[in-house]
């Protein structure tokens, strides 16, 4: 099972990215792309 929460929630490289204050709207794309790229 994957946590329903999670952005494309299949497959075996999950990545945690939590944004600032857990909030989305302070997520920016370069913090997403600098955690997906070190896979």
């Given amino acids: 099972p994957t946590d329903p929460g999670l952005i494309g929630g299949y497959g075996k490289n999950q990545v945690v990215c939590r944004a600032p204050l857990m909030n989305l ?12 790229t070190l896979i």
């Avoid at 709207?25 to 997906?36: C, G, W």
């Fill in 25 to 36: 709207n302070n997520l920016e794309a370069a913090a997403v792309y600098k955690k997906i």
